[in-house]
């Protein structure tokens, strides 16, 4: 009776590590994601500190650090320089907050549901695709940068001079890239008499044309598809290449694969939650 473990670590002796094979080349795979793939924000997201409280652990609604959302937007990297390890430029949005990446979609899905709601799209799932040193990871947010859909929300005017962008009644929910309506139960505001849009996306009243507070007002307007990834991505999707001179070297045979996971937009999200 052999006191050898069940645990198999090789081949059977005898046999040789020779003979065809087939490599997953990497370098292929990013060239298919920069030429084919679609420009993109990337925010990494963290659970907001007002979250941890002894009674519900949930967000507090008149936080002004998540505005009430429970999650917090960052860089993904810190000390980002100019340029990436590949001698790339760099690009990092205005807020300083999301860096953009190049990401193949695919994968589409249609969810029947989604016509219930007055103004939204009707692609929700998508398969999302990186190169290998981009960590995307759960809740993690991807806003294309070059398409756009509509969007439709109510708001609860504060009788402010501007409307913020934020989770909370009185904002609007995505940086606004243009207005198609605006109006209260009496009013329709009209562009640019009564108001206009700012760099910022934020909606800019004439000073005569302020809403009063409480004034209750529904508004449909452009917005950049934003997306959140919705399972663990594949961030250790590893493979092992066949190089004679590392034949001997295992760990030096290692290459890191793209990163792939599922990304569904953002207010699809939230209805699940």
């Known amino acids: 009776m052999t006191l050898k473990p069940e645990i198999i670590t090789g081949l059977p002796a005898g046999v040789k590590e020779a003979g065809q094979r087939v490599d997953f080349k990497p370098d292929k795979f990013d060239l298919a994601i920069t030429t084919k793939g679609y420009r993109m ?15 519900t652990r949930q967000p507090d609604p008149t936080c002004d650090l998540c505005d009430g959302y429970g999650e917090l937007r960052f860089l993904p990297e810190s000390g980002l320089g100019n340029e990436d390890a590949h001698g790339n430029p760099i690009e ?27 103004g939204a799209w009707t692609f929700g799932l998508a398969m ?8 995307l990871a759960w809740r993690d947010r991807l806003e294309m940068r070059d398409a756009s859909i509509n969007w439709a929300q109510g708001i609860d005017a504060d009788g402010a001079a501007v409307i ?9 929910r995505y940086r606004a890239l243009s207005v198609n309506l605006l109006r209260s139960t009496t009013t329709v ?19 005569s044309s302020v809403p009063p507070a409480g004034t209750l007002l529904t508004i449909h307007y ?9 399972d663990w991505p594949h961030t250790v999707r590893d493979t092992k290449v066949a190089i004679k001179a590392l034949a001997s070297d295992k760990a030096a045979q290692h290459r890191r694969l793209p990163t792939q996971c599922t990304a569904k937009l953002d207010f699809l999200v939230d209805d699940e939650d």
Do not use: H
């Not at 913020?164 to 609007?172: A, P, S, Y």
């Not at 505001?189 to 000073?207: K, L």
């Open 41 to 55: 924000w990337w925010s990494r997201s963290a659970p907001c500190p007002c979250s941890n409280n002894d009674q």
């Open 92 to 118: 990092i949005s205005d807020d300083r907050l999301s860096v953009g990446i190049d990401v193949l979609m695919s994968g589409l899905t249609r969810d029947s549901q989604i016509f219930e709601r007055f």
């Open 128 to 135: 999302c695709t990186t190169q290998a040193g981009n960590e």
């Open 164 to 172: 913020k962008v934020g989770r909370k009644l009185e904002r609007i």
């Open 189 to 207: 505001f009209q562009q640019p008499s009564d108001f206009t849009v700012n760099n910022n996306g934020q909606i800019v009243w004439a000073a």
């Open 222 to 230: 452009k917005v950049r598809p934003l997306y959140r990834i919705i």
